[in-house]
């Protein structure tokens, strides 16, 4: 017996090891796709006409889905019977739920665009032959593999506690049709596969998330390696142990403003092409971050009203302050990475501006023409690097830390405003 278990836990850590092993050598995105396909989002796989037909057949059954759901908290919230903590949380649900689909539905709407963005993220070529351009690299594609591999887990947890435990009949998300008249098969059918489908939200919760910090996170790499480069173009135009002096060959010289202003350009060409990104990024977010910041404002003034009103924090009093933080929670790493965006663009013109352009950058009588045109590109550059990447809001706001600290501020003015109509 001992024998037998042995063999099994030997053989089971060889899978477990194959499959990690397996897991590491694909790039970040991979396990995506598979949960676009599950969430209805895209399929992206190449398969026939019957497996597509399947999948449409299933993005119609979510959206049915989710209207059966919506209707029956509604009607559920409208019972007499029920007491205003519970109509307040059926609320909380509702809105939740069509945060979560309009996010949803505006990932769908833009998929160009983050298809777009994955493939400026993975496939970009520049410095693609620099070894610490490329460990650099690899070690965020690592951690964006890891936090993708945390997020499938956390989410398939969540669906296993909601689906095992009483929760369910709890907050009252049970199959709303009695199909009593029915067969037995119909009924274990029918019942499965509407709970089945909340599988579906418990993803589409957390893949919301993370393909956003995701993609932001690679553009911070990206744009990290461009001040990098734009650091060390001197560096990199001279010969290896060659020093710019003014005892060097003519030959010499016109080969380093060369390399100068060739390694100057494919460093603009660079930077321009990260600006358009983040227009992209723009067109693909800014819908999004608007609902983001939104539901933060808006689950603070339900969960502030329903503890003013029942005096407790119970189960639902929990459950709606645990979607609140975590709004809160989502947000805050979104303005956070969007300044990180701006520090990194403003430090291009610093590391520019630090240069020994002295000692490094001599004008020559000889090269007037390399040295204007050098001179021109960094200083355009300079200005441009200057700017802010005004990463959108839904248009109406800029996404920074200034705007986190402006939302706390609204729902502190919600409470004083509540506390004020509740006295």
């Not at 299933?58 to 409208?78: G, K, N």
């Not at 709303?176 to 098969?185: A, G, K, N």
């Not at 460093?267 to 990104?277: N, Y």
């Not at 809160?328 to 430090?347: I, S």
């Amino acid at each position: 017996m001992d024998t037998c278990a042995h063999q099994l836990k030997n053989r089971l850590n060889r899978f477990v090891l194959r499959t990690a092993g397996w897991y590491q050598d694909q790039k970040p995105f991979w396990l995506m796709r598979y949960l676009f396909a599950i969430n209805g989002i895209s399929l992206e796989f190449k398969c026939g006409g019957f497996w597509r037909f399947i999948w449409t057949v299933h993005r119609m059954l979510l959206c049915l889905h989710v209207m059966i759901f919506l209707t029956d908290q509604f009607v559920t919230a409208c019972a007499q019977e029920r007491s205003f903590g519970r109509r307040l949380f059926n609320i909380h649900l509702i809105l939740l739920t069509v945060v979560v689909m309009l996010r949803h539905l505006c990932m769908t709407l833009k998929i160009t665009s983050m298809g777009t963005l994955k493939k400026y993220c993975l496939e970009n070529e520049f410095l693609r032959r620099d070894e610490e351009a490329m460990a650099m690299r690899e070690k965020m594609w690592n951690r964006l593999k890891r936090m993708e591999l945390g997020m499938v887990c956390q989410g398939s947890v969540q669906f296993l506690i909601f689906v095992l435990t009483d929760v369910q009949e709890a907050i009252s998300m049970q199959f709303p049709f009695d199909f009593s008249d029915t067969s037995v098969v119909l009924q274990f059918m029918c019942k499965n596969l509407y709970t089945m489908y909340y599988a579906c939200y418990c993803l589409a919760i957390s893949m919301n998330c993370y393909v956003l910090f995701a993609i932001m996170l690679c553009l911070i790499t990206e744009l990290m390696l461009i001040v990098d480069a734009f650091g060390s173009v001197f560096k990199d135009s001279l010969q290896p142990r060659q020093e710019y002096r003014f005892d060097m060959t003519k030959q010499d010289i016109l080969n380093f403003w060369n390399a100068l202003e060739e390694h100057i350009r494919k460093c603009c060409r660079q930077h321009v092409e990260f600006i358009a990104m983040i227009r992209v990024l723009n067109t693909f977010t800014k819908e999004t971050f608007l609902l983001v910041y939104g539901a933060a404002l808006g689950f603070t003034a339900i969960e502030i009203y329903q503890i003013l009103s029942t005096k407790q924090i119970g189960f639902y009093e929990f459950m709606i302050l645990q979607d609140t933080i975590v709004f809160y929670v989502e947000f805050f790493c979104f303005c956070w990475l969007a300044t990180k965006l701006n520090d990194l663009n403003n430090q291009i013109a610093n590391r520019i501006y630090e240069q020994e352009w002295h000692s490094e950058m001599q004008y020559s009588d000889d090269l007037p023409e390399q040295y204007r045109s050098v001179k021109q590109s960094l200083l355009i550059v300079m200005i441009n690097a200057q700017r802010s990447l005004g990463v959108s809001v839904g248009g109406v706001y800029e996404l920074s830390l200034e705007l986190m600290v402006e939302l706390l501020h609204n729902s502190y003015s919600t409470l004083m405003f509540l506390l004020e109509v509740t006295k």
